[in-house]
């Protein structure tokens, strides 16, 4: 059984991404134009890989927005979905600049997509998934599973649930299902965050 590729990022290429998603949005809602950083054209960050950008606030979910088909670098679609989170998730309302210290962000870099024909060839805590049918689409990450200690029919009736689909027609021979694996990484995780002294 073929497992998804996915890239390597070095320790340093997290962080300077986790950088240009909190300086991108920082930018933005400052009102000034985010600046790219100086990227190597050797770098695995100027490789074209869907992104997911995810904002916590404590332990609460405060936006996340990603991009499955990037067509640009991975550091300017990171850049790029990180505004999108703060001030596009409808489900939240916009981030504001007073909010930016106290939240956290984190990012999920995604192998290529594989066609699941077996849901067996699904792991939990290391696939995530995209379900669609026609016009309908819905994608949970591979974290969202572990987090509520899904197994793998839950995962596939809550990404159905996701995509507006009802919640087993993961079972329907048109509804196609793909898996991807991901690098996941925050900024607690390298303490990044300056979090005031008690």
Known sequence: MSQPVILQLTEADQQLLLQIARRAVQSYLGGERPHSP?????SALTE?????????????????IGNVYAASPLYRTTAECAIAAAIGDPRFMPLTAAELPSVEFEISVLSPLHSVSDIREIEIGKHGLLISNKTARGLLLPQVATMYGWDREQFLRETCKKAGLKSDDWKHEDVVIQRFSAIVFSEPQFHLIDTPSR
Not at 38 to 42: D, F, I, R, T, Y
């Open 38 to 42: 100086e990227v190597p054209a050797s």
């Open 48 to 64: 074209t890989h869907g992104v997911f950008v995810s904002i916590h606030q404590g332990k609460q979910l405060r936006g996340c």
